[in-house]
Structures are given as C-alpha cells and as structure tokens.
T-cell receptor, first 112, second 108 residues
Framework: KAGVTQTPRYLIKTRGQQVTLSCSPISGHRSVSWYQQTPGQGLQFLFEYFSETQRNKGNFPGRFSGRQFSNSRSEMNVSTLELGDSALYLC???????????FGQGTRLTVV | KNEVEQSPQNLTAQEGEFITINCSYSVGISALHWLQQHPGGGIVSLFMLSSGKKKHGRLIATINIQEKHSSLHITASHPRDSAVYICAVNSGNTPLVFGKGTRLSVIA
C-alpha cells in the first residue's frame, strides 16, 4: 500500500515568488493535514481538509492557502514568499479526522 | 490551547540501555500520539493512545489521563533508534499540538 507522497521533495524559491506543494494521501484516506516545521518553532499546524472542505486552520497569514480535490489529493500554496517561510512542510493523511495520522517525507522549501 | 512539554530535550544512551521519554500536557485530550522523525525529515507514527498502555516490539507507550502525562519507553536500545521523538495531542476536533521533541542518540 503506497504511503503519503509529497512533491517536490526539495524546492528553492526567491523572495516574492509563490509556490505550490502537493500531497497525495494513502488510498481511502479522506483527511489531509499540513504542517510547517522550523528549527525555532517546531511543528505547527497549517490546515486540515476533509472531503474537500477546510475543517481547521492554524495561525498563519493569508499568504498560506490550500485546497483538497475530490480524489483527496491536496495542495498548499504560499504566495509572496518571505525568507521566514523556509521550512520543512509536512502533510499527513488519515482515514477520518482525529484518527491515526500517516506522514509524508515532506517538502523542504528554501527561500533565498 | 494545549501546551505540550517533553523531557528531556536531548538524550544520549549506550546501546542496550532502557530509555524513557516523558510528555506532559495541560488540557484534557482525546488522543496522544508518539512520532519518530529521522534525519531527512520523514515522520513515522509510533503510537496513538487515549488510555492505558500499548506495546510494539521494543517500544512501549503509557498514558495517565488523570495526571496528563505519557511516557515512551525503549527497551534494549539500538543505534538505529537514534531519532527525534515527538509527542502530540489533540482534543475533540482540534488539530494536533506538538511538543518540541526529544533528540535521542544511541551510541554503540
């Protein structure tokens, strides 16, 4: 059974650009959550989607957005990138909300 | 908002030692998760528990709901256990709140 797949694995962008990250959940999983991990702040929740609807949103600026498609795949977008957006972005999928989460390998974003 | 505290922050052990990592949280929860993160970033879910004790191989996780405390034990530790161990909790439909992690190094 394939795990959670995140693409791309690594990304380098310039300040002011925008970026789109992709997450394909485990087949049959309907809940997808996104997290940002930095050395200073640790893991922080970005948003959670279930059946194409955003169910929860973390305390991040509006430059961070996401969506979920009918096949449960999810994307997150960061516009007007800042140096502080450099981080590991992790996606996790689960069968339902608040059930065991399975994480992807993450996308490491570097903003220069 | 739930606050999650882990101890110790860093831990170095000799191969074969019994290891304990602790996690405390401030507000009642519906579930507590123990996660393992190796260098390179990928996170593996080790346990999800809401009461009692779970065991998987050399790993044991316990939780005391009244004391708002959980422990992760590793028996007969091995260098391949070297990783960051992260405790996370959620309450109802709220998203996961994470501890800062415990960096474990097991030396042969």
């Amino acid at each position: 059974k394939a795990g959670v797949t995140q693409t791309p694995r690594y990304l380098i962008k310039t300040r002011g650009q925008q970026v789109t990250l992709s997450c394909s959940p485990i087949s049959g999983h309907r809940s997808v959550s996104w997290y940002q991990q930095t050395p200073g702040q640790g893991l922080q929740f970005l948003f959670e989607y279930f059946s194409e609807t955003q169910r929860n949103k973390g305390n991040f600026p509006g430059r961070f957005s996401g969506r979920q498609f009918s096949n449960s795949r999810s994307e997150m977008n960061v516009s007007t990138l800042e140096l502080g957006d450099s981080a590991l972005y992790l996606c996790a999928s689960s069968l339902q909300m608040n059930t065991e989460a399975f994480f992807g390998q993450g996308t490491r974003l570097t903003v220069v | 908002k739930n606050e999650v505290e882990q101890s110790p922050q860093n831990l170095t052990a000799q191969e074969g030692e019994f290891i304990t990592i602790n996690c405390s949280y401030s507000v009642g929860i519906s579930a507590l998760h123990w996660l393992q993160q190796h260098p390179g970033g990928g996170i593996v879910s080790l346990f999800m528990l809401s009461s009692g004790k779970k065991k998987h191989g050399r790993l044991i996780a316990t939780i005391n709901i009244q004391e708002k405390h959980s422990s992760l034990h590793i028996t007969a530790s091995h260098p391949r256990d070297s990783a960051v161990y992260i405790c996370a909790v959620n309450s109802g439909n709220t998203p996961l709140v994470f501890g800062k992690g415990t960096r474990l190094s097991v030396i042969a």
